[in-house]
């Protein structure tokens, strides 16, 4: 079982750029939660898919947009890009109605100069 | 809204010896979820320990206790015998009870382990 997966590891974008990030989950997992982690502080969360939905949403703007797709991969995209967009994006995926098991994976380090 | 706070930005531990990193939350809700995850260098989120609310007994997993007081909103993570891999960014983190619901973390404590 490879656990949850995401790319790339790294990327460097320009202000205004759009970036696309890419994320697998555990296999038996179909709730994908995204979330952003600036430098020293905690996650905060950007937003939840369940069945190709977004179920939740935190309090990010709507450059932040999200995809899933039947397999229950999913996709963040993040237009316009900002300074402040610099972060660690991370994904978690957990069996819907399994309140507690949420799996993280490694993460996709984006800058944005 | 919930929140979550960690007080300590930072705490160092010598080599198998004790250490507890704190943790306090607010919610009106009574029934949710308590968490401790541990983010090493390599930037894994790592669930350490899990509590439930509504159970009174304290969780436990190995060399990691928790003491929960609920009356208080406090969620401290005692790690017993500490070793050199413990050495992490620990978060706490707080979930509703309900399905689909998002985890609120604290903004963590470095935890430095001396050797």
């Known amino acids: 079982d490879a656990g949850v997966t995401q790319s790339p590891t790294h990327l460097i974008k320009t202000r205004g750029q759009q970036v696309t990030l890419r994320c697998s989950p555990k296999s038996g997992h179909d709730t994908v939660s995204w979330y952003q982690q600036a430098l020293g502080q905690g996650p905060q969360f950007i937003f939840q898919?369940?069945?190709?939905?977004?179920?939740q949403r935190g309090n990010f703007p709507d450059r932040f947009s999200g995809h899933q797709f039947p397999n229950y991969s999913s996709e963040l995209n993040v237009n316009a890009l900002l300074l402040g967009d610099s972060a660690l994006y991370l994904c978690a995926s957990s069996p819907n109605r399994v309140y507690y098991e949420q799996y993280f994976g490694p993460g996709t380090r984006l800058t944005v100069t | 809204a919930q929140t979550v706070t960690q007080s300590q930005p930072e705490m160092s531990v010598q080599e198998a010896e004790t250490v507890t990193l704190s943790c306090t939350y607010d919610t009106s809700e009574s029934d949710y979820y308590l968490f401790w995850y541990k983010q090493p260098p390599s930037r894994q989120m790592i669930l350490v320990i899990r509590q439930e609310a509504y159970k009174q007994q304290n969780a436990t997993e190995n060399r990691f206790s928790v003491n929960f007081q609920k009356a208080a909103k406090s969620f401290s993570l005692k790690i017993s015998d500490s070793q050199l891999g413990d050495a992490a960014m620990y978060f706490c983190a707080y979930r509703r009870w309900e399905y689909g619901n998002k985890l609120v973390f604290g903004a963590g404590t470095i935890l430095r382990v001396k050797s």
């Open positions: 898919y369940y069945e190709e939905e977004e179920r």
